[in-house]
């Protein structure tokens, strides 16, 4: 159904090849853009949003959208694992290669001298399963003991922390105020964990991502356009879970 909002959008130069919409969420205040995995991009707006700012804000982020689309829309296959020995696996920008435990060696999913040692699984999903749950205890340790310091340089009061499986998404921001990054990006240099920290961090203080927040962002860390560039070349090679 076309809307004010949708209408004056739609006068934009939007590339016509575009998948587009715009939905209207009553807890919003501002306006939020979100672009999926296949490059469909989604406006939500606030109820009473006025057309011509939202168009307006829309006009300026055309070119920063166009370059995430055009990402999303060219991005290679998920990345595949095998789960032999010798297989690499990324912890905070430092690979490991995998070791298979013999049947009765180990009782859980470690890092040991170097190597990610791996309890034999009874089927590859549930070693994929073992591993991601690594992630996500190693990386809700490391992310607590993150964040004090950052909450307290941004100002708001420090929130819960976990890393988890957040399917599309690299973060996250509770209704309750806690924070969640998934547990691919744990495989990235700290540098760029701390970019998705502060992010959802910098959420507590401005909803959306309009200049305000940007600005709340960039004061924290002066280099996150340079990172966000990393960012983008290196999340299409996060490894999820698949398996072979």
């Known amino acids: 159904m076309s809307t004010p909002v949708h209408q004056a959008?739609?006068?934009?130069?939007?590339?016509?090849?575009?998948?587009?919409?715009?939905?209207?969420?009553?807890?919003?205040?501002?306006?939020?853009?979100?672009?999926?995995?296949?490059?469909?991009?989604?406006?939500?707006?606030?109820?009473?949003?006025?057309?011509?700012?939202v168009a307006r804000a829309v006009r300026t982020r055309l070119p920063r959208l166009a370059r995430e689309v055009?990402?999303?829309?060219?991005?290679?296959?998920?990345?595949?694992?095998?789960?032999?020995?010798?297989?690499?696996?990324?912890?905070?920008?430092?690979?490991?290669?995998?070791?298979v435990l013999p049947p009765g060696e180990g009782g859980r999913v470690r890092l040991h001298?170097?190597?990610?040692?791996?309890?034999?699984?009874?089927?590859?999903?549930?070693?994929a399963h073992l591993i991601a749950q690594w992630y996500e205890a190693?990386?809700?340790?490391?992310?607590?003991?993150?964040?004090p310091s950052y909450a307290s340089r941004i100002g708001v009061p420090v929130p819960s922390v976990e890393a988890s499986d957040l399917g599309p998404r690299w973060g996250a921001l509770g209704q309750d105020g806690g924070i969640a990054v998934h547990w691919a990006v744990l495989q990235l240099p700290p540098s760029l964990v701390d970019l998705v920290l502060v992010h959802e961090l910098?959420?507590?203080?401005?909803?959306?991502?309009?200049?305000?927040?940007?600005?709340?962002?960039?004061?924290?860390?002066?280099?996150?356009?340079?990172?966000?560039?990393?960012?983008?070349?290196?999340?299409?090679?996060?490894?999820?879970?698949?398996?072979?």
């Not at 406006?43 to 057309?51: C, H, L, Q, Y």
């Not at 991005?75 to 990324?90: A, N």
Request: charged share 30%.
């Open 202 to 244: 910098c959420h507590l203080r401005a909803a959306g991502h309009g200049a305000a927040f940007r600005r709340e962002v960039r004061l924290v860390l002066p280099d996150a356009d340079a990172r966000e560039e990393l960012f983008a070349r290196a999340e299409p090679g996060l490894w999820r879970g698949a398996i072979r």
């Open 138 to 147: 190693c990386g809700t340790r490391w992310l607590s003991g993150r964040l």
């Open 113 to 127: 001298r170097g190597w990610l040692e791996l309890p034999r699984p009874h089927t590859a999903d549930e070693g």
């Open 70 to 99: 055009r990402s999303r829309r060219t991005r290679p296959d998920e990345p595949v694992k095998e789960l032999v020995g010798g297989t690499g696996f990324t912890y905070l920008g430092r690979r490991h290669r995998l070791k």
């Open 9 to 53: 959008i739609a006068a934009l130069p939007v590339p016509g090849e575009w998948t587009w919409q715009v939905v209207v969420r009553p807890r919003r205040r501002t306006l939020g853009i979100e672009v999926d995995e296949a490059g469909g991009v989604l406006f939500a707006v606030p109820p009473d949003a006025d057309p011509d700012a």
